[in-house]
């Protein structure tokens, strides 16, 4: 049989990897410990000398601690009728559940200010029904709000993995327990809690790690008075220029966050526990009496204040004008105003931010699939280090790549720093871990049959791949572009950084406006964070669509 043998080019991915990743990470390292040339710890000194930075890394811990066990909380029960109850609209609620997971960072910020914000949906009620002059709740720039917007952000890994896990274990454990006399509670705590462990802990590292690197909710809705370490490297890399300083805590973040994934990478080893799984329809069952009718209710409940009444707030806010529903902020968007913050109209933000998107998607893709089939090429016996070499940029933060982009594609032969191509770079090592565990799955369980009876058929090793290959392919292909696209419309981390003036993204665009006075800005904020919120939303429902059932690893 005639094989369609890459060579070279399957290697492809890994030289951008050492280019574009490794390269900036390692430039980091040595800006750090070497900024003038020659070994000086000054700025990790710096970091352990002044007590500054000592509270940035208690705060980030600590409010990523907090924030994961809220998530997890909050999650779980929503996460058990979704394990245990079967019920009309349950695919939809459960499609609509996951959207706030891929909205953008300043989109979920533009939501929660619209809903909580002082003037927000939930003050101008409070403030009409009780004739107050004042907005009672005054939760903008508090941990208050970091906090819920975390959840409302993570709530949905909690729903997939705990939930999913849960929804295959065999109810007949706890009714066994149930006839040896056990009261409910006591069956979940020693018999379907310790058998959740797995997944909670896999899910609450994975969250832990989400808020630990948490950049725009804690940028926008935190203000000043807070600052991650993510936060803390952009201000020293564009507010301050101290770039050795910025590097030194990217050094701090990235032993830190790559140590969070190890062990989540041990955590979701331990998944793998054998039990008597069985399918969710023979352990999910129909609503029953009004007991079981208040659970399902207080789930749903739940779950809509949790994670659909930002988005709701957030559209409604946007239509909502002095003079009543108008779409005047979306019209504003395409106008360029005298004495505008922008150096372009909004418009053009949109623009960018598509242009970007293609050449994301078609980076991403390219390299996502010579990834994927290098990774199931039969008897490569690095493939087993090369998995976990190509998640790496999952783990590595989007504001300590973009600063890597900036120290390292600085001069001759990648001087590339004046380049708007820095951003589809950035966004395509954010996408590329998606769109291989999108191909992965499939690669691996295509039948080889198939390919062998074309070839016996005379098919040459293009033929086969175009008729055999590309049409299982096909719906895999569709989810990772779709991951591609959102991402790239999505990321502002990176974006923030190395995006030149006159080329912003709309999520630069929604973080300007927020930023400044005035109700024109704010409701221009809200018109381009719903557009962009609309766009991810059905870009993630066509992902549900179109995906293998129960295949995929995102």
């Not at 559940?97 to 200010?113: E, K, L, Q, R």
């Not at 203000?223 to 990217?250: D, K």
């Not at 526990?273 to 208040?294: C, D, E, M, S, Y």
């Not at 770079?425 to 769109?435: E, G, K, R, W, Y």
Request: charged share 10%; proline share 7%; net charge positive.
């Amino acid at each position: 049989m005639r094989k369609w043998n890459l060579g070279w080019v399957s290697w492809t991915p890994l030289a951008f990897l050492a280019v574009f990743f490794f390269y900036p990470l390692f430039e980091i390292l040595r800006l750090s410990l070497a900024p003038e040339g020659k070994l000086d710890l000054a700025p990790l000194a710096a970091l352990v000398q002044q007590p500054y930075y000592g509270r940035v890394l208690w705060f980030t811990t600590w409010q990523a601690v907090i924030s994961t066990l809220l998530t997890l909380a909050l999650g779980l029960p929503a996460a058990y009728v979704f394990a245990r109850y079967t019920f009309p609209g349950k695919t939809l609620l459960r499609a609509l559940s996951t959207i706030p997971f891929v909205m953008p960072t300043v989109v979920v910020a533009a939501a929660f200010s619209a809903l909580l914000g002082p003037n927000g949906a939930v003050n101008r009620w409070l403030m009409q029904a009780l004739h107050l002059g004042q907005p009672p709740l005054q939760l903008q720039q508090t941990i208050w709000m970091i906090l819920l917007a975390h959840v409302f952000y993570n709530a949905t890994i909690v729903l997939r993995m705990v939930g999913g896990f849960w929804a295959n274990l065999d109810p007949r454990l706890e009714q066994a327990a149930a006839v040896l006399g056990a009261s409910r509670w006591r069956a979940f705590r020693e018999i379907t809690l310790p058998l959740l462990l797995p997944s909670l802990t896999a899910a609450g590292l994975l969250i832990f790690l989400f808020c630990f690197t948490s950049f725009g909710v804690i940028l926008i809705l935190g203000g000043p008075r807070f600052a991650t370490l993510e936060v803390e490297i952009y201000r020293q890399a564009v507010n301050l220029f101290r770039l050795p300083m910025a590097a030194a805590l990217a050094l701090v973040q990235m032993v830190l966050t790559f140590a969070i994934m190890a062990l989540y990478t041990r955590m979701q080893a331990r998944n793998v526990v054998v039990l008597n799984f069985k399918p969710q329809q023979a352990t999910q069952r129909r609503i029953r009496g009004w007991r079981q009718f208040a659970v399902v209710g207080s789930g749903i409940t739940l779950l809509f204040w949790l994670l659909l009444a930002p988005l709701a707030a957030l559209i409604v806010r946007s239509v909502s004008t002095p003079g009543g529903v108008s779409l005047a902020y979306y019209q504003a968007l395409f106008i360029n105003q005298r004495q505008s913050i922008l150096f372009v109209p909004p418009v053009a933000a949109m623009r960018n931010s598509l242009i970007f998107a293609l050449l994301t998607l078609a980076l991403a893709l390219i390299l996502g699939v010579l990834s994927a089939y290098l990774l199931t090429r039969p008897r490569l016996r690095v493939s087993a280090w090369l998995d976990p070499i190509f998640m790496l940029p999952l783990g590595a933060s989007a504001v300590t790549l973009g600063l890597g982009f900036l120290v390292a594609l600085d001069a001759p032969p990648l001087n590339l720093r004046a380049s708007p191509l820095l951003v589809p770079l950035a966004h395509t090592l954010v996408a590329l871990p998606f769109v291989i565990r999108s191909l992965l799955p499939v690669l691996r369980g295509l039948n080889p049959h198939l390919r062998e009876a074309a070839a016996v058929q005379g098919a040459s090793p293009r033929r086969v791949w175009r008729e055999v290959d590309l049409p299982m392919l096909a719906p895999a292909l569709i989810v990772g572009a779709v991951f591609a696209v959102t991402v790239s419309l999505g990321e502002f981390g990176a974006t923030a950084l190395i995006a030149r003036p006159e080329t912003p993204t709309l999520p630069l665009v929604i973080y300007r406006f927020l930023g400044q006075p005035g109700a024109q800005n704010y409701g221009q904020a809200l018109a381009a964070s719903t557009l962009l919120m609309l766009v991810c939303a059905a870009g993630f429902i066509l992902l549900e669509r179109v995906r293998y059932e129960e295949v995929g690893e995102f």
